[in-house]
């Protein structure tokens, strides 16, 4: 079992809907990093975050420490948004990824 | 401007030979990383330096040999190519480490090199 698990690995869905991807760990972490890697597989960061919430346009990201897991949103999806999302933990000594969230959004 | 860049973006070469992946940063940052992603699109790091000082060295075979000339750049040496390193290799770099503080940061992707040994 990995040390971090992603759910759900595949994802479709609308324009327009609200997406929720989930990421849990069995580490103890400092640090939890949300990526969106493209099509094209260029890698980009979404959010960095330790405690609580982040939001930044449709995107918004919570981290519940105590219960070792993390949810991305994406509210009113749009097809610019599929691709994959991957959630990355930072433990003491080393930074762990999960397995990644194939998204896509059809029109 | 491109933040962080690889060079090159496309490597074909055979088993048994040796090349460099090239990474260079223009954001000022201190720390730069070396990830591999397998064929089933798992990203694991390899290594990191912070401020040319190697500070992350996972169980990756000696073959593989970061260098880093200036903390703007961290080159991977690979000797004797086998086919299981064929993958897409990414450089980042996140800013620097407060001494005494946490070794994470956010980190900013280069485009990705994808490595082919036939």
């Known amino acids: 079992k990995n040390e971090v698990e992603q759910s759900p690995q595949n994802l479709t869905a609308q324009e327009g809907e609200f997406i929720t991807i989930n990421c849990s760990y069995s580490?103890?972490?400092?640090?939890l990093h949300w990526l969106q890697q493209h099509p094209g597989g260029g890698i980009v960061s979404l959010f960095m975050?330790?405690?609580g919430k982040k939001k930044h346009g449709r995107l918004i990201a919570t981290i519940n420490i105590q219960e070792k897991h993390s949810s991305l949103h994406i509210t009113a999806s749009h097809p610019r948004d599929s691709a994959v999302y991957i959630c990355?933990?930072?433990?003491?000594?080393?930074?762990?990824f999960g397995t990644g969230t194939r998204l896509q959004v059809f029109p | 401007d491109t933040a962080v860049s690889q060079t090159p973006k496309y490597l074909v070469t055979q088993m048994g030979n040796d090349k460099s992946i090239k990474c260079e940063q223009n954001?000022?940052?201190?720390?730069m990383y070396w990830y591999k992603q397998d064929s089933k699109k798992f990203l694991k790091i390899m290594f990191s330096?912070?401020?040319?000082?190697?500070?992350i060295n996972e169980t990756v075979p000696n073959r593989f040999s970061p260098k880093s000339p200036d903390k703007a750049h961290l080159n991977l040496h690979i000797n004797s190519l086998e086919l299981g390193d064929s993958a897409v290799y990414f450089c980042?770099?996140?800013?620097?480490?407060?001494?005494?503080?946490?070794?994470?940061?956010?980190?900013?992707f280069g485009p990705g090199t994808r490595l082919t040994v036939l």
């Open positions: 990355a933990v930072f433990s003491p000594d080393k930074l762990i």
């Open positions: 330096y912070n401020n040319k000082e190697l500070i």
């Open positions: 980042a770099s996140s800013q620097a480490r407060i001494t005494g503080g946490p070794w994470y940061n956010e980190q900013f």
């Open positions: 954001l000022g940052h201190d720390t």
């Open positions: 580490v103890g972490i400092s640090a």
């Open positions: 975050l330790s405690s």
